[in-house]
């Protein structure tokens, strides 16, 4: 941060003020510990952050890191307290730590999470009127709103004739746009299959015991004295290569599949205009989106009883967050007059989260983080307020 200080940010009044407001709407503060394990984040994280993690060998041999957000580090406390299963709401404002070129590895955040919610449309529709709540108490009154649904996507992919390893590929990769336009590319040309020089290997994998197979690629990965990288773990390259092959034993998806996929991706407007459209899409094209869209389409009211006006929603079917444990709403929050680069407060919807951490079933879970750094930047001089104060 260039020209406000994480020392600054930390003795906002606002911020307090702000976590203040989510504790009386129910929240429960908590303040979960800086130092974390590591892995959690290198396997659920964004490619982003798991680069810019600050990582902390243990002498145990697992490690540790500075937490880079504090979204899992609530949801690791969650589960292990005596509540892991039940209806659970939590506000937070504390320190994270992430490395960035040219500004502080600290920065702020406040946030909410809601876990076990029944009802998710209303979660959805409370976390989004609370993060507004955010932007308006530092004068912010018309944020941008940028909104996404991954709920959409993975209908359509579960409507088109795919097979499952596709299915989970395009999923999963929703988030990285430049892989997922790779994983369409190799799709809908090349069949799905990987480099050349893999191809002999690939081909050996792909029919062999799972198990097996994977620990024969860690066990190579070992020898070889890779233990990570880009952030990954020899277990998760490891997984990796052998969906490599498993995709490469895939058949190649037919031209119009692919076509659908671009028409899909093509949608975007505010979201009564997007409803409206995607419904006209799948009734063309014979998909069942049916379900996905009524959810949609509930939020929207939801939204809109909570006095949203939806139609200032910048909604696009396209729309998602470098974080791989989304599932349905995304959203973020901009500057409207374009002062910082980057988004003031960001969330959405995470209902595999939990699974993935090991707990025996999916619990649903919504929240945000705000940025104060960036809040607190446009309340100062705008000489204060660069790109610095924004990454």
Not at 221 to 232: E, F, H, K, Q, Y
Not at 269 to 274: K, N, V
Not at 329 to 345: S, T, W
Not at 373 to 384: F, G, H, I, Q
């Amino acid at each position: 941060m260039s020209a406000v200080s994480a020392t600054v940010v930390g003795k906002d009044a606002r911020a307090d003020a702000l976590v203040a407001s989510y504790e009386r709407a129910g929240y429960a503060r908590v303040e979960p510990a800086v130092l974390q394990p590591a892995e959690p984040f290198l396997a659920l994280s964004g490619e982003d952050i798991r680069r810019r993690m600050y990582l902390i060998p243990d002498a145990g041999g697992d490690d540790l890191c500075l937490r880079p957000d504090l979204t899992i580090p609530v949801a690791l406390d969650y589960l292990a307290g005596s509540e892991a299963g039940r209806p659970a709401r939590f506000s937070y404002l504390g320190p994270v730590f992430r490395q960035r070129p040219g500004a502080s590895g600290e920065f702020w955040q406040a946030g909410i999470e809601s876990f076990g919610g029944a009802d998710k449309t209303a979660a959805d529709a409370e976390a989004m009127a609370l993060a507004l709540e955010a932007t308006d108490l530092y004068g912010v009154t018309a944020p941008d709103i940028r909104m996404g649904d991954l709920g959409l996507f993975a209908a359509l992919v579960e409507a088109l004739d795919l097979a499952p390893v596709w299915r989970r590929r395009l999923a999963k990769d929703f988030n990285r746009k430049s892989v997922l336009a790779e994983d369409l590319h190799r799709l809908t040309v090349t069949g799905g299959n990987g480099p050349p020089e893999y191809q002999g290997v690939l081909a050996a994998l792909s029919n062999a015991d799972p198990k097996a197979a994977r620990a024969l690629v860690a066990d190579l990965l070992s020898i070889a004295g890779i233990s990570t990288v880009g952030g990954r773990s020899v277990a998760e390259i490891a997984a990796r290569f052998l969906e490599q092959a498993e995709l490469g034993a895939g058949a190649a998806l037919p031209a119009e599949t692919g076509r659908l996929i671009a028409r899909f991706f093509a949608v975007a407007g505010d979201p009564a205009t997007a409803a409206a459209a995607l419904r006209g899409f799948a009734d063309e094209a014979g998909l069942d989106l049916a379900a996905a869209l009524d959810t949609f389409e509930a939020r929207n009211a939801l939204l809109a009883r909570n006095g949203i006006d939806i139609g200032r929603i910048r909604f696009a079917t396209a729309f998602g967050r470098g974080l791989d444990y989304y599932t349905g709403l995304v959203f973020e929050l901009h500057d409207p007059a374009g002062r910082i680069e980057g988004q003031l407060v960001a969330g959405g919807r995470y209902d595999g989260l939990f699974a993935r951490l090991g707990h025996a079933a999916p619990i649903p879970a919504v929240g945000f983080s705000v940025w104060i750094e960036r809040l607190v930047a446009l309340t100062a001089a705008p000489s204060d307020i660069g790109s610095g104060a924004a990454r």
